[in-house]
């Protein structure tokens, strides 16, 4: 079973940074660096949306909120995909998780809070 965990969530002030980490552990089929990795954020009331993803072979999406503000990147050989979001919103606050997928598997984490106010 493979386990994925997030952190870097917390409280900050409209402007600032914030650095969110997600490690894979356990028993992964193929190698980490084969997985699709993504990072989902659900606020309260609403839909899980995708901000970002990274492919096996490196390439970047996000979604149009937060591009030019939040950069994706992997390091396979840490087993830890990584979320640098950079002028915060109030309306970047949710719950982030990662997910990590292939054409096989699925895996999610539980998730880390990030709350964005003055």
């Known amino acids: 079973q493979v386990q994925l965990v997030e952190s870097g969530g917390g409280l900050v002030q409209p402007g600032e940074s914030l650095t969110l980490s997600c490690v894979a552990s356990?028993?992964?089929?193929?190698?980490?660096?084969?997985?699709?990795m993504r990072w989902y954020r659900q606020a309260p009331g609403s839909q899980r949306e995708l901000v970002a993803g990274?492919?096996?072979?490196?390439?970047?999406t996000y979604k149009a909120a937060v591009k030019g503000r939040f950069t994706i990147a992997r390091d396979n050989d840490k087993n830890t995909v990584y979320l640098y979001m950079t002028k915060l919103k109030p309306e970047d606050t949710a719950v982030y998780s990662c997910?990590?997928?292939?054409?096989?598997?699925?895996?999610w984490g539980q998730g880390t809070q990030v709350t964005v106010s003055s």
């Open positions: 990274i492919s096996h072979i490196g390439s970047t």
């Open positions: 356990g028993r992964i089929f193929a190698s980490y660096a084969s997985y699709v």
């Open positions: 997910q990590m997928i292939s054409a096989r598997y699925e895996f």
